[in-house]
């Protein structure tokens, strides 16, 4: 019982909040998706990464072992996905993105917080910070049919986590007053991000469910055994190893549906994997998150 209501507590918040988006836009007041949808992942998510890196205690065997893991998965996966969208002739412009890249932002930061505190939340940012490489890199490049790959350098998010990456290297820190600047516009971030995905929900409509149903099955199954297998194999710690789990197997991404509407890819069918995800995640994060626990 200790454990279920422990899980409860940590969803708990992803829901209230996500349920605050959902229920302000089923109420009829405006909430302007692109203002928001902008300043978190130009100024609000970059600060949160660049800060989290830079005053990270991780030791550095542990905060390499964890990059290299996650690193290891989200190839693993794209392995996988790619085989499995050519084996069942899937558009991979489509489905490819939504089926390697999980909402480790919007609803793995704040879980990891939520269950293993500020040591949970450095370690999300570092697997936070190696998915969003590769996915404005190699995701976008799928979904935008191709195209130049040098486009990722434009990308706030990117250059946070290089920033910050080279400021861990380094050991250097910014001054305390603009510490304390970017950890406040920083914070904005969860909040606003689990705010943001219940208006995205509730403004989705979701086509071919069908489908997008059993590829979230599957979906789940193979990024919980990915992860897992990836991180006992190099011997992650126990709280590293939850993360990399929990973080890998988050629902897909918002953003997903956002580039497929932007890049002319099949937006409906995406929309539907996003709505079925997140709802197939009510079920498998807590028993994902009690197994972890």
């Given at each position: 019982m200790n454990i279920i209501l422990t899980v409860l507590e940590i969803i708990a918040p992803v829901v209230v909040l996500g349920g605050v988006g959902y229920l302000w836009v089923k109420a009829g007041f405006e909430y302007r998706m692109e203002f928001i949808t902008r300043l978190c992942m130009t100024l609000s998510v970059p600060a949160l990464i660049f800060t989290s890196l830079m005053k990270t205690e991780i030791e550095p065997a542990a905060l390499r072992d964890l990059t290299l893991a996650a690193m290891a998965a989200y190839g693993a996966l794209t392995l996988v996905f790619w085989a499995l969208t050519t084996a069942l002739r899937l558009d991979r412009r489509t489905y490819l993105s939504p089926l390697i890249f999980g909402n480790t932002g919007n609803v793995g930061l704040p879980l990891a917080f939520f269950a293993f505190g500020q040591a949970g939340l450095d370690f999300a940012v570092v697997v936070f910070a190696v998915m969003a490489v590769w996915s404005f890199t190699f995701g976008l490049w799928i979904v935008a049919g191709g195209?130049?790959?040098?486009?990722?350098?434009?990308?706030?998010?990117?250059?946070?986590?290089?920033?910050?990456?080279?400021?861990?290297?380094?050991?250097?820190?910014?001054?305390?007053?603009?510490?304390?600047?970017?950890?406040?516009?920083?914070?904005?971030?969860?909040?606003?991000?689990?705010?943001?995905?219940?208006?995205?929900?509730?403004?989705?409509?979701?086509?071919?469910?069908?489908?997008?149903?059993?590829?979230?099955?599957?979906?789940?199954?193979?990024?919980?055994?990915?992860?897992?297998?990836?991180?006992?194999?190099?011997?992650?710690?126990?709280?590293?190893?939850?993360?990399?789990?929990?973080?890998?197997s988050t629902p897909v991404a918002?953003?997903?549906?956002?580039?497929?509407?932007?890049?002319?890819?099949?937006?409906?069918?995406?929309?539907?994997?996003?709505?079925?995800?997140?709802?197939?995640?009510?079920?498998t994060l807590p028993l994902t998150l009690a197994f972890l626990i």
């Open positions: 195209g130049s790959p040098l486009r990722v350098l434009k990308e706030p998010l990117v250059g946070a986590t290089l920033l910050g990456a080279l400021f861990l290297w380094q050991d250097w820190h910014t001054p305390e007053w603009l510490t304390r600047s970017l950890e406040l516009l920083g914070q904005i971030a969860i909040p606003v991000m689990l705010i943001t995905l219940g208006v995205a929900v509730a403004r989705l409509s979701a086509g071919h469910l069908g489908r997008a149903v059993w590829l979230s099955v599957i979906r789940a199954a193979v990024c919980v055994a990915v992860a897992a297998g990836t991180g006992w194999a190099l011997g992650l710690p126990p709280v590293a190893l939850a993360v990399l789990i929990l973080q890998v918002v953003t997903s549906y956002m580039l497929a509407e932007k890049y002319g890819a099949d937006a409906d069918a995406v929309a539907g994997m996003v709505i079925a995800s997140t709802l197939l995640s009510v079920l």
